[in-house]
């Protein structure tokens, strides 16, 4: 019989802590490195043999699997590792998925007053007298021209009958595809909008001239179009009135080409000349910056587009929508200003006096 006095048991208590608080965390740290949730037992005995403590006796771990030794005939030897089998489904986790179920889809007649013909076809056989040839008996080039007197039909067969040969379904394109570009045609555009947007003056007037005189720019009117809507929209949301003038002389410059064909396209140019026009807020300081000579531009390449492209209605709905901002009581002298040259140009001289 012995005994141990306390500062020994504290010292003992302290060093068994540090022992397996450092097992601990190197078994974590492998069960990390294994990519496991969990410390298993092979994570602890690796463990403890890497901070060199024996395994103890009682230890539970899993037997290693045999490794068998041949010699060879030159003296080596050789290793082999038996592959040990593993049972999956025991340390799966059960899936989570369901298997879909086999679907059957029936398709029956609904029946009428214990019939099994659909509504149409009963009240055709029951129209059809018993002498004649019914129509399921005719061929079917001919059975689909055969309809009974007008007399025997009923109102709503008559009208489905009617409605068998119109088409069920019909593909509209409300907004078609672009045409690709080529890669010379795609620099090309990138490279003028490029130049009219950037600050080299020359670069400018040679783009601007460039799209005045170009034959074929018909060919980029679909993306030029759509270009000047969006960068109208959103640069009047941002109040940039260098970029609105840049974009409305490109529009000025398209529009005095030619070759160039803007029947297809008026809608997404019209509104944005418009709203250049009559536009409340076109800058942060309207006291200061030249925002009428976007006003005037604008308004003079609307008329342009007016006389060359536009129909005697388009005309007519232009000049309504201008003149109801002339008369508006809400209306700044900045929209009222932008008004008066559509107004001029297509008023009649009753109006005008």
Known sequence: MFFITNVALLICVLKLTELLTGCSKEARKLAIHSRRR?????????????????????????????VPQSRMPAGDQLYIGDNVDLNVPLHAPPSQTR??????????????????FPQPQKKMRMALPENEVTSSLLPAALRKWTSPSPELVSPSL?????????PRKERILVNPLLPDLSVEEQRYLKEVVEACVGVDREKRQRAL??????????VFLPRLSRLFHTAVR???VLRSLSMLIYIVRMMRAVAFNT?????????????????????????????????WVLRDVAGSTLIKILKDHGTE??????????????????SSYPMIYGTIPTLLEFATPDEVS
Not at 277 to 290: A, F, G, K, N, Y
Request: hydrophobic share 40%; aromatic share 8%.
């Open 38 to 66: 969990t410390v298993v037992v092979g994570a602890v005995q690796n463990a403890l043999r890497m901070i060199r403590i024996a395994v103890p006796i009682a230890f539970m771990a899993l037997p290693e699997p045999s």
């Open 99 to 116: 298997t879909p179920s086999e679907r059957r889809i029936g398709v029956q007649w609904p029946r009428v007053e214990n019939d099994g």
């Open 209 to 218: 001239h460039s799209l005045e005189r170009n034959a074929t720019l018909q």
């Open 158 to 166: 008559s009208y489905r009958l009617a409605a068998q040969g119109l």
């Open 234 to 236: 959103w640069n009047i």
């Open 259 to 291: 070759s160039v064909k803007l029947g297809g396209v008026l809608h997404e140019f019209l509104p944005s000349l418009i709203s250049c026009m009559v536009c409340r807020i076109l800058c942060d300081r309207p006291e200061l910056e030249d925002h």
């Open 313 to 330: 209605n388009l005309r007519c709905r232009s000049f309504c929508f201008v003149k109801k901002i002339f008369y508006d009581s809400s």
